[in-house]
């Protein structure tokens, strides 16, 4: 160990070091999933309370919690997912984009530059908040009149996922 650095604290020992969010092959298929940091793991419980509030009607509150969550945990994307459908719904398109763009950025990183030797599928759960705010990122881009851009996110969800669960070309094809 290099002088000035701290040893690992014990409860640490075997716990991932990782702090962003990482692609990784599920079993030996060509198929790939989103590995998340342990805070994202960490607050699945409080995302499942933020859905009881959405569908309460709490919307404040449930956005209050979400940014509560991504202050602690930035790299949650499905608190970004979540607030820009919020954004959305509420007609706010400058809110909806930032937070939809920010999930979708935060996906996008992890994923090599030369692109992924197989599927990123959209119906896995750890892919969903992906898709889904590029979904609704391309959504919001169409409404303020980013056509090109909407087109751009659009096909590049598509050419991770071909299998298209999220009816993305009709999305194209509307335009």
Not at 6 to 24: E, F, M, Q
Not at 82 to 96: Q, R, V, W
Not at 142 to 153: C, D, H, T
Request: aromatic residues 6%; glycine residues 8%.
């Amino acid at each position: 160990m290099k002088s000035g650095q701290s040893s690992p604290h014990p409860s640490d020992k075997g716990r991932s070091r990782r702090k962003r969010i990482v692609l990784r092959p599920v079993g030996s298929s060509s198929i790939y999933e989103f590995a998340f940091p342990p805070c994202v793991k960490e607050r699945t419980e409080d995302i499942q309370e933020v859905y009881k509030m959405l569908q309460a009607g709490e919307t404040e509150v449930a956005q209050a919690e979400l940014l509560w969550l991504l202050e602690e945990c930035p790299e949650l994307l499905e608190a970004h997912q979540l607030l820009g459908e919020i954004a959305l719904s509420e007609g706010n398109l400058a809110k909806a984009r930032a937070h939809f763009g920010r999930a979708f950025e935060l996906g996008l990183k992890a994923i090599p530059r030369e692109g992924i030797p197989g599927r990123l599928p959209a119906d896995r759960p750890a892919n969903a908040p992906f898709f889904y705010a590029g979904r609704g990122l391309a959504i919001t881009l169409r409404r303020l009149g980013e056509q090109k851009l909407a087109q751009e996110v659009l096909y590049r969800l598509l050419d991770l996922d071909p299998n298209d669960p999220l009816k993305l070309r009709e999305l194209l094809q509307a335009e």
